[in-house]
């Protein structure tokens, strides 16, 4: 029992609890929408939680930690005080009083608070009980004093409220609490029914955590109504406290009605969970510290008593019941109670993290199938454009549909006389073809920026799309508020290098169709790039003629491209040639996108948890609680 | 600001806010505006004030202290009121008990210290296991005219009270009255440590300037303080206003929260630029500088030689796009054109749309990124609405533009000068002709004018030839001149035609930022004049 090493003998239990608390701290919740922050802090309390019982499950002989807990201005402070013999932690009429949390308890027990296994998340001070009012407070972080008057293996701390304002208090008591033991748990007469206090009690309850509670500032005269009630409240919430111990309300009429009464009653040579002190020193002690003294003259004879203590004589029920867990078979019993309750009430703790790990995966599929969507509408969308005709610029077009329509590019089709033919062959290796061959670069050029413009904008807007629906989802909200807009970088130059390629397929498709109908003109390769470059614009900025079957090649006869290259090659051939082009163009926008999808799915990869998260979860769970 | 005024302004402020910003802060601006007009309508003479506070605080104590006779229940087990309790001073309006809710009701005769048109409503705890307790109590709180909260010096600093009620009401400190009761359980010091500490908690949370009492029901203490602030209250009636001002002012702070005043539309040139190019103005400005051209030169010809002027452009006629063509015959890009160019131009601008969603979204953007996710989604849809509508109404508007050129009186003249240098140098020629003939024909030569040393019709001749060659090189100039400048001009009214036409579509979205705008005015009116 006074192993100042802490002993750790091998344990499943343990290790099972280790291993969840690591899987479970595997779930970081980016897709959780704003049930992130709820899910992340149950997370991190969890992961504590777990942590705690497995140093529980693990250090079977570690001192035996009692959390007075409870709402503030029940009297933990002072009961602290009272137990310790010395006005240790201060108290007062502000509340809430406790910002600091203190841990009593044996010098030889010391090295498991200060060591790495229990209430590590703490920082931690020792202060020895003598610098205790000169330390200075530290919000947050846990005194710890060793005192000798306590019995080895026992440990009270004095938690912060859980019920006033101060929500750091709250917070450090819930870790505080999901720490211990065994709760004490602190009510006074004007707030035993006040919701907050009785979340707690049916928490400790569903946990099947070892719970005393100590109801404080009992008048005697109303006691057994007071006591009725409260019992009568605790049932309805289905809690069954090991014990209620009562705390009288110190007052001159108890003190009174005391005066020969309790400390007759109580056992004057019984073992005692704190060695009781000579009373002689005590009234000066108190005096000392400059408490002020609500029952002087009246108390001074009797018991020590000041502001920050109470009389021994008003703590019996309680030492009773501290005196019977100092027990080690009964320590035994409380510690292996509350492993077994957290434990088992651990499965339902870690659903709704399994489930919000689950969810996460679906939001995850859901917005990659959202990316494949949009990404689908994109090339849908610039399929369309294709066959509805790109926005061309008119003059630029304008001028190749006069050039085409033209009797000299006429004359190219064949025909024409052969002295035609020949005159044409000569002006266009001339010099005479110069201002055609600018024209037709300069087709080509407009060709290739407004295809790129358009697959450009499609990509933005697939993204600006995705995000939009991701935004829908609630789990994605935070993706889709992030930086992931607009296209990759070296996406306008891919688009531009495709575009081209693209042109030059064309001009290899045309040039296979033109040897194949040899019997045209032998010459025509000249004209091919020509021919080619109207084959683009008839792809490009075909006006439905070609694709609408209904409409026929007839009505679109009006258009100079189309008559020249169905003149030249023939209308299947044309045809052939359109849907060959326009296709392979599609095809090369949906293969330019993949990058693009690929980038807003590894943003949502790199936000979701693993796939096996939450098997992994489970199993891990179940071997803790089997 | 007077009351109804604030009331008028503030149902505009929600008339404008519906379907833009979150339901829930509309509602809650909604209830306040109604409740309000309730308030007014429904005894503005009593003045109501609710004792609020924690189980056990001791609110029927004060209760039955203020009215000096035992009124309501006191009692040792928590929770002790289960319903709330009203007494009055003097007689109160039906319609008021009514609006209050209230089953149980007193009449105590009005006193010096307490005049009539007091209304007290002893409310049931808000923090006992009771769930219903808190109903009434969050009815109660919304309805009330002052809210008066005890509480005692173990349950100032309680979180349910401070979170749950007292911050809510931040901006009503005017008539939140904080009463310490059980006062007589601390000595003086600790008095005045509590009452400081509970003024320092409610300054945290915005109501420092709320009026913080200290009584003890027990022994009186105090509670002649609390009844002179309530009587004073009472004759002076000012808390129904200062309430109803104050959620007004919580509602209007709603309502501006997720409000970015200061987020404006992007560049909207990038759409007129995608609608011109939906519109093809490059094409139709190309095609208003053939037409010159074409008009141009064919009113300039002279009349002979023109004759054998149009025999090559015969030829191509039927190669020419028929889009082209029927654009060149009508001059207009605008609807008639479309309805005849149904499927043609009707197919081109969907495929066109790209563009101009995209600038569209490009331009919504930075506006909505300072608007609630409602509003937002409100103008994406009538922006996806606009990227269908845009550019038909953009055809139609360019309709006005006449693409021909009118007739140019310099054409006319100079298509007479010109005729009159081919006519006298065929003159000339027919002269010469007459008297090489009469000269092979050995006749006498007729006398013939001359010019100096040289005859006429070789005058007329030998400069007729370079004058019509010099015509020919100042019209072909003069025409690419006026043809380029014609194309300028339509250009640039095409283009002030396609800017007025997206700034006229563009108004569902310029509504919205004119409405975004009147509401943060309306709203910051309303919350200026507090």
Redesign the interface.
């Known amino acids: 029992m006074m192993n100042s090493t802490p002993a750790s003998a091998h344990s499943p239990l343990a290790d099972a609890l280790r291993d969840l608390a690591e899987v479970i701290a595997d779930a970081d919740f980016a897709l959780a929408g704003d049930r992130r922050e709820s899910l992340l802090a149950l997370r991190d309390r969890l992961i504590d939680d777990v942590r705690n019982h497995a140093t529980r499950a693990r250090d079977v002989d570690a001192p035996l930690l009692v959390v007075l807990g409870g709402v ?2 029940a009297g933990k402070s002072t009961v602290t005080n009272t137990i310790a013999g010395r006005p240790l932690v201060a108290t ?5 009083t406790t910002m600091q949390p203190t841990l009593l308890c044996h010098p030889a027990d010391l090295a498991w608070f200060t060591g790495p296994r229990m209430l590590a998340s703490l920082s931690r001070q020792v202060v020895t009980p003598e610098e205790m009012s000169a330390a200075p407070t530290a919000t947050g972080s846990l005194r710890v004093v060793p005192l000798d008057d306590l019995e080895p293996g026992l440990a009270l701390l004095d938690a912060p409220d859980i ?5 750091a208090n ?1 917070d450090l008591a819930d870790l505080l609490l999901d720490a211990a033991d065994v709760w004490l748990w602190f009510t ?9 206090s ?1 979340r707690y009690l049916a928490r400790a309850e569903r946990r099947g955590t070892a719970l005393v509670v100590v109801l404080t500032q009992v ?1 005697d005269s ?1 006691r057994d ?2 006591i009725d ?1 409260f019992a009568l ?1 605790l049932a ?2 289905e809690v069954q406290p090991a014990a209620l111990v009562v705390i009288p309300r110190v007052d001159e009429e108890w003190l009174r009605r005391d005066d020969g009464a309790v400390p007759e009653s109580t056992p004057p040579q019984r073992r005692s969970f704190w060695r009781r002190r000579e009373p002689a020193a005590e009234p000066g002690q108190a005096a000392r510290d400059g408490a ?1 003294t609500v029952v002087a003259e009246a108390a001074q004879p009797v018991t020590p008593q000041s502001d920050s203590m109470l009389p021994q004589t008003a703590m019996t029920e309680l030492q009773d019941w501290l005196d019977r867990l100092a027990d080690p078979g009964e320590r035994q019993l409380r510690r292996s109670q509350t492993l077994r309750g957290a434990v088992s009430a651990l499965s339902g703790e870690v659903m709704p993290i399994i489930d919000g790990t689950a969810s996460e995966l679906d939001t995850a599929k859901e917005m990659l199938s959202t990316i494949d969507r949009t990404y689908d509408e994109a090339v849908d ?1 610039f399929a ?8 061309l ?7 190749w ?2 050039y ?4 000299r590019m ?1 004359e190219l089709t064949g025909r024409a006389t052969s002295q035609a033919k020949r005159w044409i062959t000569d002006l266009l290796q001339g010099s005479g073809s110069a201002g055609e061959r600018r024209l037709e670069r300069e087709v080509r050029v407009e060709v290739a920026d407004t295809v790129t ?2 697959m450009i ?2 990509a ?2 697939a993204a ?1 799309d995705t995000l ?1 629906e991701w ?1 829908l989802l609630g789990g994605g909200r935070a993706l889709a508020e992030g930086d992931l807009r607009g296209h990759e970088v070296d996406l306008p130059a891919r688009c531009l290098d495709a575009v081209r390629a693209w042109q030059d397929t064309v001009v290899d498709l045309v040039a296979d169709k033109g040897v194949e109908r040899k019997t045209k003109a032998r010459w025509m390769s000249t004209a091919i790039n020509a021919l080619a470059t109207g084959a683009i614009v008839v792809a490009l900025a075909s ?2 003629g070609l694709t ?1 079957a209904e ?1 026929g090649i007839a009505t679109a ?4 491209n189309q ?2 290259l169905v003149t030249v090659l023939g209308e299947r051939t044309v045809r052939w040639l359109v849907s060959e082009s326009r296709k392979d163009l599609v095809r090369r926008f949906s293969e330019l996108l993949i990058p693009e999808r690929r980038r807003l799915a590894g943003a949502v990869a790199a936000a979701s948890p693993d796939p096996e998260l939450p098997s992994r979860m489970q199993a891990a769970l179940d071997r803790a609680v089997a | 600001m007077k009351t109804p005024e604030r009331l008028h302004a503030l149902e505009a402020g929600i008339e404008l806010a519906r379907g833009r910003q979150e339901a829930v802060h509309v509602t809650a601006a909604r209830d306040v505006f109604l409740r309000a007009q309730e308030r007014l309508a429904r005894g503005p003479e009593h003045v109501v004030v609710a004792l609020g506070g924690g189980t056990g605080s001791g609110k029927s104590s004060v209760s039955n202290a203020l009215a000096g006779a035992p009124l309501s229940k006191v009692g040792v087990t928590r929770p002790t009121t289960d319903r709330a309790l009203m007494w009055s001073v003097g007689h109160v309006e039906p319609k008021l008990l009514e609006w209050l809710a209230v089953v149980d009701r007193q009449v105590v005769s009005p006193t010096e210290g307490l005049p009539e048109g007091l209304v007290v409503l002893d409310l049931p705890d808000h923090d006992s296991v009771r769930t219903a307790h808190r109903d009434t109590v969050n009815a109660a709180v919304k309805v009330v005219d002052i809210m008066a909260f005890i509480v005692d010096p173990l349950k100032y600093a309680q979180r349910s009270l401070f979170e749950g009620y007292l911050r809510p009401l931040a901006n009503h400190a005017e008539v939140v009255l904080v009463v310490l009761n059980r006062i007589d359980e601390l000595d003086t010091a600790g008095q005045k440590e509590c009452v400081s500490d509970l003024q320092r908690l409610l300054a945290d949370i915005g109501l420092g300037q709320a009026r913080v009492l200290a009584v003890s029901a027990l022994t009186g203490e105090g509670i002649a303080a609390l009844r002179t602030v309530l009587a004073e209250e009472t004759r002076s009636r000012r808390a129904i206003t200062q309430r109803i001002n104050a959620d007004i002012a919580a509602a209007v702070e709603l309502l501006l929260s997720d409000v970015d005043p200061g987020s404006s539309l992007g560049d909207i040139d990038s759409v007129v630029s995608a609608l011109a190019s939906s519109a093809d103005l490059s094409g139709a400005v190309a095609t208003a500088a053939g037409t010159y051209r074409e008009r141009g030169l064919a009113a300039t010809r002279p009349p002979i030689t023109g004759l054998f002027a149009s025999t090559g452009r015969r030829l191509s006629r039927p190669f020419r796009s028929s889009a082209a063509t029927k654009l060149k015959k009508s001059g207009r890009i605008g609807g008639a054109h479309l309805a005849e160019e149904s499927t043609e131009t009707r197919s081109a601008r969907r495929g066109r749309d790209v563009a101009l969603r995209h600038s569209l979204r490009a331009m919504i953007d930075p506006f909505t990124t300072g608007l609630p996710s409602t509003w937002t989604d409100r103008v994406r849809s009538l922006a996806g609405q606009l990227s269908d509508r845009l550019p038909g109404q953009t055809r139609d508007a360019l309709d006005v533009v006449a693409l021909h050129p009118p007739r140019r009186f310099w054409w006319a003249v100079v298509a007479f000068l010109w005729t009159l240098v081919e006519l006298s140098v065929i003159v000339g020629v027919a002269w010469l002709v007459v008297l090489f003939m009469i000269g092979w024909l050995q006749l006498p030569d007729p006398p013939t004018p001359q010019l100096g040393e040289v005859p006429w019709p070789s005058v007329l001749v030998l400069a007729g030839i370079p004058l019509w060659l010099l015509f020919r090189g100042i019209r072909a100039f003069a025409v690419r001149r006026g043809a380029a400048r014609h194309a300028k001009r339509t250009a640039k009214r095409l283009r002030t035609q396609v800017a007025a036409a997206t700034e006229v579509g563009l108004r569902p979205i310029t509504d919205e930022v004119a409405a975004r705008e009147e509401l943060v005015t309306q709203l910051r009116r309303l919350s200026a004049s507090h």
């Open positions: 503030t201005g007062g009429v502000i509340r809430p019920d006033s304002v101060s929500t709250r006074t007469v004007g707030k035993y029914a006040d919701i907050e009785m008048r109303d109504a007071v009630d409240k309805g919430i002020e969308s369309r454009s294709i066959d509805d005709g790109l926005p610029r008119g003059e630029i077009l304008g001028r549909t006069d085409v329509g033209s009797s006429l413009d358009t904008r499609l933005d807007l600006t939009d935004g006006t439905g609408g409409a006869a009006g258009a100079a008559a020249l």
